[in-house]
């Protein structure tokens, strides 16, 4: 088992800042990919960022240029420092991680991203 829990969320205004924080409770060493994903209201969720243990990043083409995904494995943590914040990027943030070698994945309870226009 392995429990994830974000931090950092709120209400911001547009062309604001946050940084969100995933901690685990486990050994970053076994979790691989990890990555943040959102749901916006009304919205499937999707992914936001991902990156490997060596620290390969995907950033999806919306975000890319104002979000940055991060991890520190000794600090078992995952960051997404997000930049200029637009209304739509409004949604709930979740971490998730995958398992080493199994078909396991774990997912925070989210954390509530608001950007006020």
């Known amino acids: 088992q392995v429990q994830l829990v974000e931090s950092g969320g709120g209400l911001v205004q547009t062309g604001g800042s946050l940084r969100l924080s995933c901690a685990a409770s486990?050994?970053?060493?076994?979790?691989?990919?990890m990555g943040w994903y959102r749901q916006g209201p009304g919205k499937q969720r999707e992914l936001v960022a991902s990156?490997?243990?060596?620290?390969?990043?995907i950033v999806a083409d919306f975000v890319k240029g104002r979000f940055t995904i991060s991890r520190d494995n000794a600090k078992k943590a995952m960051y997404l420092q997000m930049n200029s914040l637009k209304p739509e990027d409004t949604a709930v943030y979740y971490c998730?991680?995958?398992?080493?070698?199994?078909?396991?994945?774990?997912w925070g309870q989210g954390t509530q991203v608001t950007v006020s226009a």
């Open positions: 990156i490997s243990l060596t620290g390969n990043t």
């Open positions: 486990r050994s970053f060493d076994t979790l691989d990919p």
């Open positions: 998730k991680a995958e398992v080493v070698g199994s078909p396991e994945e774990y």
